[in-house]
């Protein structure tokens, strides 16, 4: 059973940088895609980046383009989120989700595994 654990979350000042981890355990993790969401209180989850299985394709929400990159390292099982410029408007519990196969890249129900989310707190 595939296991997602994501990590760096925390409060930062508008401006400053975060960077979320995701170990991805108990699977091949070169054959998932890989995707971050964001949950704010009151609000929808909602899709923030995705990167394919390769690594050849990487894919943003348009509020966060620019300012967030998405990587991964299959060596290490991980998927990474650098967030920079980072805005009050960032603040969200933020989930990692694995999907075997993407058709939108940005639906929820595409991912197969999430992990338990990390929150991050941007204070103005």
């Given amino acids: 059973q595939v296991q997602l654990v994501e990590s760096g979350g ?7 940088s975060l960077r979320l981890s995701c170990a991805h355990s108990g699977g091949a993790f070169s054959t998932y895609h890989m995707g971050w969401f964001r949950q704010a209180p009151g609000k929808d989850r909602e899709f923030v980046s995705t990167i394919k299985r390769s690594g050849g394709g990487t894919y943003y929400a348009d509020s966060v383009k620019g300012r967030f ?8 099982n ?4 650098q967030m920079n410029s980072l805005k009050p408007e960032d603040t969200a519990v933020y989930y990692c989700a694995a999907a075997r196969i993407l058709h939108t890249l940005v639906a929820s129900t595409e991912y197969d595994y999430w992990g338990q989310g990390t929150q991050v707190t941007v204070s103005s």
């Fill in 10 to 16: 925390g409060l930062v000042q508008a401006g400053d």
């Fill in 69 to 76: 990159t998405i990587s991964r390292d299959n060596a290490k």
């Fill in 78 to 81: 991980t998927v990474y989120l």
